[in-house]
């Protein structure tokens, strides 16, 4: 680590809302970053973290934001006071910035080598074959496979692992002495993530940059930074050494947000309750065959893709199994199924013994009660004109509950989801997003079923939020006996909440079996690729101090 | 393809920034709102007090009084047949108001339930979409006028022509919203529910089709105003036996070099009104959809 | 992409056989003997009779229609009532004006409505962008033919500057067209340029809001190269839609602009033949223009793969 002048100052910013009644945004933040130094800003959302990295770079939306006062000095020049010439070429040439989603953050309608060859164009005067050299140069420092044929390539051409390496390389271009990361890897599967962030790594050490790195993910931040600033609705509470900060914690709300990280160590199983099986899948199957219609002949012809592909497992009373997966592994696609929201095209899917696989929709209705679904979004899955209260009797009044019955039931239910009971006759944008989870859970609840599938129920919420839904979904299933299946891609989550895990990759099983086998000893390559590829695995966060090595949770008990 | 559908269900909480940005949309002045308010209230008045605001038979033939220039009689002047031109363009906004209302109740009344049910039923969507395809290929006042031009040219018949060509624009709109609102959590969640295919298309996919619809409505409103007086202008319109902007228009024509106020006072009102139709549109759209709002104010 | 051509030609063959039918029922299902309604109050019966064999009415409906379409696909559209001429010879003729009038306010229309439409959305919310709007709102609510009649009041009348009313061919040279083209031609687009400076505006505001935009900037970009390379072009097939779309609205107003300006052209034929019932004319014309949408739309949906290279046939 290198300890000349700092590359970035940034000395008691306030940015607030343009406008009548500005409210306050980032309330005097101070921070610097040297040479060759990753600092992580790491908060949960509306921290302001996001907002930091783009005043930063000059880009706070004109006429929305406005830094009121404080700078921020890059290699000596205000960015907040520069003029509009000035500021284009800092950006580019001395600091570059990576955005969250590759998918959105290239043009589509140009192709990549285009892109990267205008930031030459635009702050050098090299020639055309110059310019080419060193984009392709640069493809290769950032390990794209045959860059002649990337360069050519259009983004929607490139997986999103590709065109993640695509920002880099253009952030890189101009070697600039700041790189910005805004949460780079969030919107990447696991295994992508951890490559992702190696080459940042690498790459920050070859050319000794500074790296502003925004994230809302602890592993991430155990994995990347030196230092750490966390950050709580635009405040900056704690700022320090990575070991430090995580290792000992000051402020209270670093505590919290800290114990709120689930551990990957899987937790100590669960007795079984019941011997009764409530679900059972036997290789189930479910093929999507692009061409269809009567013009079939005139179109291309699309290989099917086996979205699911022979799947067989079995949900006892009282037991929770996760499905885990990266995107593309159809654990959702398997969810529809098992809800009969798509109809399967071979295999099995019993409800309580009731086969279910082939009934036709009108006949579906007696089952569907038995099993419910929570979705990932619960700004989308409770509709936004229905109160809590129509949204929760509307079920049990479809098999034919009395209104002031179900109703009755409805405040029984927001009580056990930790609402108050005045909630029922509110409307769904009056909570906020754990709390309209919980509704969620409640209405599923309110039809009394015996399998609740959960398809990625806690990925939209904060850490803190997901940890108490957690904690509620389990003392639910400890009241009332319910099956779950739970779809999850965050490793941790399921470590914490599944007695069996369910592996897939393209629509096979993996692997299969008790939590603290599959999590702790994995036995096929690929679950332990993705073990290896969780981010944050070598630190405990509930001790506050690094793993030992090859901890052995069969041993742990 | 872009997905460029308006979001009026979603209320998407994006995160950090982009939702800051949502709530800080700027609002349309409300002056011009207010403005367009007064005009269409004044206009809506003169059409339903007309007997009392005119001051000579609309349709009293007086060759005597022919093109007479505006003075303390003839108020705006006469028209050819010597007929007050300001009591006929009193009792013209009768007809284009009736016309405007009628055409965008009625349309909406017909293209919602076909909407709602194109957008549901695959099948029923296929032959229903066709039909409303070949409807729009036709130009509007082309079909218009060859539907009044078969039939007696009453205010129904100009109505229905006016309307035929309007609902397919309805049906494709409930349509593309039942389409981007069936894919909502909330309707998966409502199917497992149990929730009976009648009850899943008024309760959760038509509710939010009307913030669209009542913006497309006052839209439909004004350019059936504006079609309604071309056919009247080309003179395939109500008979000239009832005055309209449209006809007081058309009658003008032939003198429009030596008298242009035929035209002025007619065209002045029609565009107003159509103006102000149009604005409250706008800022109905405001209203309802805030993100939109930021589109297109 | 030679697939996707061969596939949508074929599902535009529904839609005409729609419009045709459509076009045919009109007649047959208004009320009131269709011969009558062709003939007028003044008719003999001899000449009812006549009309009625020259229809082919006497024959079942669904007869007559396959008959009637049988001679429209080998290009027989009718002949006049009036002057007893083809249909086709009379299209033919009346072809020239319509087609200047179309094709000069179409060039009027994409010289100011985009980039008018590109400053508004750059400047969103400020000065310019509010009076675009304000002239959009106002251009496409006031009546066609009011526009027109103000033009004439103030360019041919007031000032002089220019010819009231009247067409000449482009071969009777520059001069006398385009004097008597410009008014017609700003007439029309008025409406046209509204809609489509709202909608580049609104695709602009959209695009503007993209990540990429935001990439775009970070890498130093000027603001002209932002929005012209970068958001113009990812803005440009729901522009492209509605130039299609559009295209009725077009027809609709060569109808009025024709009859304002004394044009002779295809707007003022259809007027003609609506209010003598030439109905063989009225058929013809509605077929050709719902076929002039239908291929109009079809190229611009093929355009879209030269704007978009994610969209693949």
Same mark, same amino acid.
């Given at each position: ?23 306050r945004i980032l309330d005097a933040i101070s921070f610097t970053i040297n040479a060759g130094e990753t600092l992580c800003l790491v908060g949960e959302s509306g921290s302001g973290k996001s907002v930091t990295s783009l005043a930063t770079m000059g880009l706070l939306p004109p006429g ?20 509009? &010439? ?33 930031? $030459? ?65 969030? +919107? ?20 000794g940059t500074a790296v502003l790195f925004i994230t809302h993910d602890m592993g991430v931040v155990v994995d990347i930074a030196d230092r750490v600033c966390v950050m709580h609705h635009g405040q900056l509470v704690e700022s320090g050494p990575v070991d430090q900060v995580l290792g000992s914690p000051q402020e209270a709300y670093t505590q919290r947000l800290l114990a709120a990280v689930p ?100 006949? $579906? ?80 609840? +309110? ?6 599938? +959960? =398809? ?42 599944? =007695? ?42 509930? &001790? ?14 | ?22 709530? #800080? ?42 093109? *007479? ?140 089709? #009307? ?19 071309? #056919? ?42 159509? #103006? ?14 805030? *993100?939109? *709002?930021?589109?297109?104010? | ?40 109050? !003044? ?29 429209? %696909? ?15 010879? !009379? ?36 000065? /310019?962008?509010? /009076? ?66 709202? !909608?580049?505006?609104?695709? !602009? ?54 009859? %304002? ?12 033949? %609506? ?16 076929? /002039? ?21």
């Amino acid at each position: 680590m290198m300890t000349d002048a700092p590359i970035l100052e940034v000395e008691e910013l306030v940015v607030e809302t343009s406008g009548r009644k500005p409210s306050r945004i980032l309330d005097a933040i101070s921070f610097t970053i040297n040479a060759g130094e990753t600092l992580c800003l790491v908060g949960e959302s509306g921290s302001g973290k996001s907002v930091t990295s783009l005043a930063t770079m000059g880009l706070l939306p004109p006429g929305a934001l406005v830094a009121q006062s404080g700078c921020i000095r890059l290699a000596g020049e205000d960015v907040l006071t520069a003029t509009p &010439a000035k500021l284009l070429s800092l950006r580019g040439r001395h600091m570059a910035m990576i955005f969250q989603e590759p998918m959105t953050a290239l043009n589509p309608v140009l192709s990549v080598g285009r892109q990267l060859d205008e930031v $030459l164009c635009q702050h050098t005067s090299q020639t055309g074959p110059q310019r080419r050299a060193r984009v392709l140069e640069v493809f290769e420092q950032v390990h794209l496979p045959d860059v002649e044929r990337i360069y050519a390539s259009y983004p929607h051409q490139l997986s999103g692992g590709q065109r993640q390496r695509i920002m880099i390389a253009m952030a890189l271009l101009l070697k600039p002495q700041l790189l910005i990361a805004d949460e780079p890897t969030t +919107a990447l599967d696991v295994t992508t993530q951890h490559q992702i962030l190696a080459l940042i790594k690498q790459l920050q050490r070859e050319h000794g940059t500074a790296v502003l790195f925004i994230t809302h993910d602890m592993g991430v931040v155990v994995d990347i930074a030196d230092r750490v600033c966390v950050m709580h609705h635009g405040q900056l509470v704690e700022s320090g050494p990575v070991d430090q900060v995580l290792g000992s914690p000051q402020e209270a709300y670093t505590q919290r947000l800290l114990a709120a990280v689930p551990s990957l160590l899987p937790r100590p199983p669960r007795e079984a309750t019941s011997n009764k099986t409530v679900l059972e899948v036997q290789s189930l199957e479910k093929v999507f065959n692009a061409n269809q219609g009567v013009l079939r002949w005139l179109r291309k012809p699309v290989t099917p893709t086996r979205a699911v592909d022979d799947v067989s497992f079995v949900l006892k009373r009282g037991r929770t199994l996760g499905v885990v997966g990266e995107s593309g592994s159809g654990k959702s696609t398997l969810a529809r199924c098992v809800m009969r929201l798509i109809t399967p095209t071979g295999g099995n899917i019993r409800v309580s013994g009731k086969q279910i696989t082939e009934l036709p929709k009108s006949m $579906l209705k007696p089952h569907r009660k038995r099993i419910q679904m929570i979705f990932q979004d619960p700004n989308r899955s409770l509709n936004p004109r229905m109160t809590v209260g129509q949204s929760l009797i509307e079920g049990p009044t479809n098999y034919g509950t009395s209104r002031r019955e179900a109703l009755a039931r409805g405040r029984e239910l927001l009580e056990l989801v930790g609402l108050p009971v005045d909630a029922i006759d509110r409307y769904p944008h009056q909570f906020s997003g754990g709390q309209r989870q919980r509704i969620a859970i409640a209405r599923a609840l +309110a039809m009394e079923p015996e399998v609740i599938v +959960a =398809d990625e129920a806690v990925s939209a919420l904060d850490v803190s939020v997901q940890a108490q839904v957690l904690t509620l979904l389990h003392e639910i299933q400890l009241r009332l006996g319910i099956a779950v299946l739970f779809i999850t891609h965050d490793l941790r989550v399921a470590a914490q909440i599944c =007695d069996d895990v369910l592996v897939m990759q393209r629509g096979r099983l993996i692997e299969y079996g008790p939590a603290a086998q599959v999590l702790g000893q994995p036995e096929a390559e690929y679950t332990r690729q993705l073990m290896e590829a969780a981010p944050g695995r070598g630190w405990d966060f509930a &001790a506050g101090a690094p793993v030992k090595p090859r901890f052995s949770p069969v041993e742990a008990h | 393809m872009h997905a460029s559908h308006s979001h009026l269900t979603l209320a998407p909480e994006g995160r950090g920034v982009s939702r800051l940005l949502s709530r #800080l949309s700027q609002t349309r002045p409300r002056g011009v709102t207010l403005a367009a308010g007064v005009v269409l209230t004044l206009i809506i008045s003169v059409a339903l007090f007309a007997p009392w605001l005119a001051n000579h038979d609309p349709l009293a033939l007086s060759p005597a009084d022919r093109l *007479k220039p505006m003075g303390s009689e003839f108020w705006l002047g006469t028209d050819p047949y010597g007929r007050d031109l300001y009591s006929r363009i009193v009792y013209g906004a009768r007809v284009s108001l009736t016309v405007g209302l009628g055409v965008a109740v009625t349309s909406v009344a017909i293209g919602l339930p076909l909407g709602l049910l194109a957008g549901y039923f695959r099948t029923l969507d296929a032959v229903l979409m066709r039909i409303m395809d070949g409807l729009m290929a036709i130009p509007g006042i082309l079909l218009a006028i060859a539907i009044v031009s078969l039939t007696s040219a009453s205010l129904w018949t100009v109505m229905i022509a006016i309307m035929v060509p309007e609902i397919p624009q309805v049906v494709r709109l409930v349509r593309s919203r039942v389409l981007a609102t069936r894919e909502e959590a909330f309707v998966e969640a409502a199917i497992l529910m149990g929730t009976s295919t009648p009850r899943l298309l008024w309760r959760h996919l038509m509710p939010s089709t #009307l913030a669209p619809l009542i913006v497309q409505g006052t839209y439909i409103c004004a350019s059936a105003i504006l079609t309604e007086a071309i #056919l009247s202008f080309l003179g395939a319109g109500i008979g000239t036996e009832t005055p309209s902007w449209g006809n007081i228009m058309s009658e003008g024509r032939v003198y429009f070099q030596l008298k242009p106020s035929l035209i002025f006072w007619a065209g002045l009102l029609l565009s107003a009104c159509i #103006l102000s139709i149009n604005l409250l549109g706008d800022s109905a759209r405001d209203a309802l959809d805030p *993100k939109m *709002k930021r589109r297109m104010s | 992409m030679f697939a996707y051509f061969i596939r949508r030609i074929l599902a535009s063959i529904p839609v005409m056989l729609v419009v045709a039918l459509f076009v045919f029922l009109l007649l047959r299902l208004s009320p009131g003997d269709p011969a009558a309604i062709i003939a007028g109050d !003044m008719a003999s019966p001899t000449q009812l009779a006549n009309i009625r064999a020259a229809l082919g009415l006497d024959q079942p409906l669904h007869i007559q229609f396959f008959v009637w379409l049988g001679e429209l %696909v080998r290009g027989n559209f009718g002949t006049s009532l009036i002057s007893q001429t083809p249909v086709l010879t !009379m299209i033919g003729q009346r072809l020239e004006p319509t087609g200047s009038l179309a094709v000069v306010a179409m060039l009027f229309t994409v010289i100011i409505a985009i980039p008018l439409g590109v400053i508004a959305a750059w400047c969103h919310g400020r000065f /310019l962008d509010k /009076l675009v709007m304000s002239a959009s709102v106002v251009g496409f609510s006031v009546p066609v033919f009011v526009i027109g009649y103000l033009l004439i009041q103030l360019f041919a009348l007031e000032l002089g500057w220019l010819p009231v009313q009247g067409f000449r061919s482009l071969s009777e040279g520059i001069a006398p067209f385009a004097s008597r083209i410009v008014l017609p031609a700003l007439t029309l687009s008025s409406i046209y340029i509204a809609l489509i400076a709202r !909608m580049t505006r609104a695709s !602009m505001l959209e695009v503007l809001d993209e990540d990429y935009i935001r990439t775009a900037r970070a890498k130093g970009l000027p603001e002209r190269a932002v929005l012209f390379r970068h958001a113009l072009r990812n803005a440009a097939v729901p522009i492209l839609t509605v130039i299609g779309t559009g295209f009725a609205l077009m027809i609709s107003g060569v109808v009025v602009t024709e009859s %304002v300006f004394n044009i002779p052209g295809l707007g003022r034929l259809i007027v003609d033949a %609506v209010l003598a019932r030439d109905y063989p004319v009225i058929q013809a014309l509605i077929l050709l223009t719902a076929g /002039l949408y239908v291929i109009i739309n079809l190229l611009i949906d093929l355009s879209y793969a030269i704007t978009d290279p994610r969209i693949r046939y």
